[in-house]
């Protein structure tokens, strides 16, 4: 049973650039999760998916990021002309439900590291 | 939000050693998740133990709810158990079911 997968793993961009990052969610998941691991930080949230719908994206900034998880394919996180301020590890996370009183472990994918040049 | 303060923020071991790991949280908790990362930057997950107590092998872990804190414990301790410790928790109210971590233990296990 294959577990979240991420990729690309390493990612190099110049400013300016746009960045994607793709995760594909363990099967019979739909909720998808998206954190930041920035340098000497901790890891952040930053946009909770279901199937065609965004969630919660309390956690994106406001400019230049946005996130989809389209009804076939995997979730797809964009990051529109990169700064090196971005340059961290973006970490992809699914569950096979939400809410209270039900099972809702996270699991994470490998990451992906975007470094900005 | 939720606060989540974990404790030793360090904490150095010779192989075989055994070790208490704290998460200490500021309101009450739908889920609470344990997760290793490792040297290679991946989370493994742990534990899922929103209340009560769990074991694997040399590792256990104890959620007391109503007390909000949770405990990891490692023992005979190996170094391949080398890396942050994370604690992560959903906070009940308005958390949208994202989890926030603490700061994490950087665990180093010498051989």
Known sequence: ?117 | GIQVEQSPPDLILQEGANSTLRCNFSDSVNNLQWFHQNPWGQLINLFYIPSGTKQNGRLSATTVATERYSLLYISSSQTTDSGVYFCAVEGEKGSNYKLTFGKGTLLTVNP
């Open chain 1, 1 to 117: 049973n294959a577990g979240v997968m991420q990729n690309p793993r390493h990612l190099v961009r110049r400013r300016g650039q746009e960045a994607r990052l793709r995760c594909s969610p363990m099967k019979g998941h739909s909720h998808v999760y998206w954190y930041r691991q920035l340098p000497e930080e901790g890891l952040k949230f930053m946009v909770y998916l279901q199937k065609e719908n965004i969630i919660d994206e309390s956690g994106m900034p406001k400019e230049r990021f946005s996130a989809e998880f389209p009804k076939e394919g995997p979730s797809i996180l964009r990051i529109q002309q990169v700064v090196r301020g971005d340059s961290a590890a973006y970490f992809c996370a699914s569950s096979p439900s939400s809410g209270r009183y039900t099972y809702n472990e996270q699991f994470f994918g490998p990451g992906t590291r975007l470094t900005v040049l």
